[in-house]
C-alpha cells in the first residue's frame, strides 16, 4: 500500500504577510520607475528646417524657399536669407550648436549684429574648389524648448572676382545635439506636442480649449527624406546662382566727319 502523504500546515503571522506586501510592493515599484526611466530616455528632440529668401534685402520680401527652388541672385545686390528650426520633439535641446556655412565669396553679416566678424575655415559641402573656404557663424540657441522655432536672419552679398558665368553656390544649415539619433526618426509614433499654436485672438476666451484629436505622431526630422542625419548632426543646405554683374555702358570721346568739335558717343563694352 502506498504511504499516505503528510499535509503540513505553516501558520504565518502579520509579519510574514507584512513582508510579503512590502515585496509586492517594491515589485511593482521597480517596474514602474524603470519603465518611467525608459519612456524618458526615449524622449529627445527633433527638427524642422525651414528656409526663407528676400532676392533684394528688404525682411519685408521674404519669402519661403522650397528645396528645389534654385534662385539667381544678381552679383551686386545684397540679399537677405531667413533660416529656422522648429523643435518637433518632445524634448528641449540640451548643448544644441548652430552653423550657417557660406562659401567666403560672400560678406556674411548678421543684421541683429552687424558688427559680429564671421569665423573662417574649409568646408567641402559650402565651400568651392579648390580650397573649398567658408565663413560662418556658430550661435547657441537659448532654451529650445518642442514646438517653438529659431530664427536666424544672414544678410549676404558677393564680394568674390568679377564672375562672366553664372556662379552656383551652396549655403549650409547644421544643427548639432548630443540627443539626436543616427535615423532621424523613431521606430514608433510618439506622443509630442502640438506644432501649431493655439491662439485666442481678442473676443476669445483664454486660455484655449485644448485640442480633441490626439497628439500621436511621428517625430522624425522635416522635410521628409530631404535632412541630412548622423548621430547628433542635422543638416539641410540650398543652392542659389550667381549672376554676372551687367556692365554699364563706358563713355567715349569721338570726332564725326564734317563736323566741328567732338562728340561723346556712347560704347558698350563686351563681354
Known sequence: MRRMARVVTVERDVWDWLLYAITAVAAVTAIVVFLAWAAE????????FSWRLSPDGDPAHLADW?????????????FLVAAAMQNTGD????????????????????????????????????GLPPDNRVVFFAPRPGLWTPANFHLLQYRL?????????????????????SRFNGRGRRLLPSIVPLLENQDAPVGMPWPPAPAKHPRVRWARAEPHGRVACLPGERSDVRDLIVMPAERTPAVTMTRLRGLRGWRLRPYRLRR
Open 41 to 48: 530616455l526615449r524622449r529627445r528632440p527633433e527638427i524642422r
Open 66 to 78: 522650397s528645396p528645389d527652388e534654385v534662385p539667381e541672385i544678381k552679383a551686386t545686390q545684397p
Open 91 to 126: 524634448k528641449a535641446g540640451r548643448d544644441t550648436l548652430i552653423n550657417f556655412v557660406v562659401p567666403d565669396c560672400f560678406d556674411l553679416r548678421q543684421p541683429a549684429a552687424p558688427d559680429a566678424e564671421p569665423l573662417h575655415a574649409p568646408n567641402y559641402t559650402a
Open 157 to 177: 552679398q558677393y564680394v568674390g572676382d568679377q564672375c562672366d558665368q553664372p556662379l552656383r553656390v551652396r549655403l549650409l544649415f547644421r544643427v548639432s545635439d
